[in-house]
């Protein structure tokens, strides 16, 4: 079974500070997907990246980035200088191949979010 | 750019009472989901669907909850009749390829 915890519950940082949401994983499959999404106060889930098992290149879109290690079954988000606008719920999920029928189907198994506060 | 759209945004219903929850997905894309949020927790895995059928599904997907593709651009998650812990957003979610979802914004359910 799947598992993800993220055990920052809340993060209160001031405008312009780097901060790091953390990400642990657990799958018996060598095969899985990674994901962030980010929900605003407003409520929908937005979208903020995929990274499959066999890529462990860090990515950096912008003032986000993500640092992917399988040796400790983490996928790290880290936002640098940090703006009001960040502030969010930010959720780390999983999709692995555990589904019963194997049609492929599966869902995404999401961490229990990390609020993140930024003051100005 | 195309969207996941659901109605209604916000749905009030009596216990006991049956509710539809309607997701229009993405017209391209094959497959199809729905997730729950009670407010203030993780978002939930209830149910997939692919080939016109439940493709997999959590605990929480009970027998009254009902997943259909009615024709061929809504798909519909009916709660039999509902409790007051079934209180929640309910997000659909839809994709092409597996796990490459796109989430629609969500009805919040309110079960007095």
């Known amino acids: 079974a799947q598992k993800v915890t993220q055990a920052q519950t809340e993060i209160s940082v001031v405008e312009k500070e780097d901060v790091t949401l953390d990400c642990v994983y657990e799958t018996r499959d060598t095969t899985y997907y990674l994901f962030w999404y980010k929900q605003p106060p407003s409520g929908e889930l937005v979208f903020l990246i995929r990274?499959?098992?066999?890529?462990?290149q860090n990515e950096i879109s912008g003032r986000y980035s993500w640092n992917f290690q399988k040796s400790t079954s983490s996928f790290n988000f880290t936002i640098t200088a940090s703006q009001v606008v960040d502030s969010a719920v930010y959720f780390c999920a999983l999709s692995d191949t555990g589904g019963y029928s194997g049609g492929g189907a599966d869902g995404l198994t999401f961490g229990k979010g990390t609020h993140l506060i930024i003051q100005p | 750019e195309p969207e996941v759209t659901q109605t209604p945004s916000h749905q009030v219903t009596q216990m006991g009472q049956e509710v539809i929850l309607r997701c229009v997905p993405i017209?391209?894309?094959?497959?199809f989901y729905w997730y729950r949020q009670i407010l203030g927790q993780k978002v939930e895995f209830l149910v997939s669907?692919?080939?016109?059928?439940?493709?997999?599904k959590s605990e929480i997907f009970d027998d009254q909850f009902s997943v259909e593709r009615p024709d061929g651009s809504n798909f519909t998650l009916k709660i039999r009749s509902t409790k007051l812990e079934d209180s929640a957003m309910y997000f659909c979610?839809?994709?092409?390829?597996?796990?490459?979802?796109?989430f629609g914004p969500g009805t919040r359910l309110t079960v007095l």
């Open positions: 017209s391209n894309h094959l497959y």
């Open positions: 979610a839809s994709s092409e390829r597996v796990r490459d979802s796109a």
């Open positions: 669907f692919y080939n016109n059928e439940i493709s997999e």
């Open positions: 990274r499959n098992s066999f890529d462990e």
